[in-house]
């Protein structure tokens, strides 16, 4: 059961990469779970990019640092979660790594991805 990101790879700054999140082998869909997208860079902390929240209200919530440059989004029919992201900057380099987050009742099940690099050279 995991979840598996694609869609990293090198880009110029001011580009704009995709990055793709489905599932493996998890019994929730996409549309039942909270998403989120997570990047790390060398020597910093994993910090929140973006969230989308599971069913039909899809609010969706972002870090400072990506508001008006990224965009996450859901696609029920084919069960993935997308971070659309614009106008990249070398300070976005990092390891991307979707989340999926589901609780019912007292029980919380949490997945994460092996991640996928995303360089952004200047």
């Known amino acids: 059961e995991r979840v598996v990101e694609s869609g990293g790879g090198l880009v110029q700054a001011g580009g704009s990469l995709r990055l793709s999140c489905t599932t493996s082998?998890?019994?929730?869909?996409?549309?039942?779970?909270?998403m989120g997208w997570y990047r790390q860079a060398p020597g910093k902390q994993r910090e929140l990019v973006a969230t989308?929240?599971?069913?039909?209200?899809?609010?969706?919530k972002y870090t400072d640092s990506v508001k008006g440059r990224f965009t996450i989004s859901r696609d029920n029919a084919k069960n993935t979660v997308y971070l659309q992201m614009n106008s990249l900057k070398p300070e976005d380099t990092a390891v991307y790594y979707c989340?999926?987050?589901?609780?019912?009742?007292?029980?919380?099940?949490?997945?994460w991805g092996q991640g996928t690099q995303v360089t952004v050279s200047s």
């Open positions: 989308i929240t599971s069913g039909s209200s899809a609010s969706t």
């Open positions: 989340n999926a987050r589901v609780q019912i009742g007292h029980s919380e099940y949490l997945y």
């Open positions: 082998g998890i019994r929730f869909s996409i549309d039942a779970m909270a």
